[in-house]
């Protein structure tokens, strides 16, 4: 993998999802006329949103070299929802796309606990060195706290204001997964494995 500068990563990652706050909160209560037809601020920010992402994620490979598998099923879900939310003009399959992720990432790492196969271990073992029974541990966690997310955001965007799922999915799911990996502090440090000792070893 190519090493690039380590503001690179969040930079690509943030920016399209606070670009896509920023038109949203610019244009909202209003309505763009562009190619004949009227749009939403919400289908304005996500016509933006589409390819902004798309571009970000080949930027990001080129930059690096590679891509997570998370990262191309999360920009086809979004080229197809965002796509379908533009060309109808209706806001729902959008917001639905969340829901559609957080399931995929759920029943992904569900089937690797029922395979015993830790897939989420081979992806960020380097990263994170814990062992064989931590990732088993922070694997259903994190299953399990992605199906939460999914609930929540059905919830959030059936029953409460475009701005208020807006404000939810810019800001509330990723501080949700932050407080989740901080909550998580005493399993990565009960598990980890000691770099030090493991070298000196080999």
């Given at each position: 993998m190519k090493e690039t500068k380590p503001w690179v990563k969040p930079v690509l990652e943030l920016g399209p999802v606070l670009?896509?706050?920023?038109?949203?909160?610019?244009?909202?209560?209003?309505?763009?006329?562009?190619?004949?037809r009227n749009y939403s601020?919400?289908?304005?920010?996500?016509?933006i949103f589409v390819p902004v992402l798309a571009l970000?994620?080949?930027?990001?490979?080129?930059?690096?070299?590679?891509?997570a598998p998370m990262q191309i099923a999360t920009l086809v879900l979004v080229v197809v929802f965002g796509g379908l939310s533009v060309w109808l003009n209706d806001p729902r399959f959008f917001k639905m796309k969340p829901t559609l992720i957080y399931l995929l990432f759920a029943v992904?790492?569900?089937?690797?606990?029922?395979?015993?196969?830790?897939?989420?271990?081979?992806?960020?073992?380097?990263?994170?060195?814990?062992?064989?029974e931590g990732w088993r541990k922070l694997t259903l966690r994190m299953a399990l706290?992605?199906?939460?997310?999914?609930?929540?955001?059905?919830?959030?965007?059936r029953t409460m204001s475009e701005t208020t799922w807006v404000y939810f999915k810019t800001f509330g799911l990723p501080l949700i997964l932050f407080v989740f990996l901080m909550a998580n502090a005493g399993l990565?440090?009960?598990?980890?494995?000691?770099?030090?000792?493991?070298?000196?070893d080999s």
């Open positions: 670009l896509f706050f920023a038109v949203f909160m610019l244009f909202r209560g209003e309505e763009v006329n562009l190619f004949g601020a919400f289908i304005l920010a996500t016509l970000a994620t080949l930027i990001q490979w080129r930059l690096t070299g590679r891509l992904i790492l569900g089937v690797s606990l029922i395979a015993r196969r830790n897939w989420l271990q081979m992806v960020l073992s380097d990263a994170l060195p814990m062992d064989s706290a992605f199906l939460a997310l999914a609930v929540a955001n059905e919830i959030v965007w990565f440090r009960d598990h980890a494995l000691d770099r030090d000792s493991d070298k000196s």
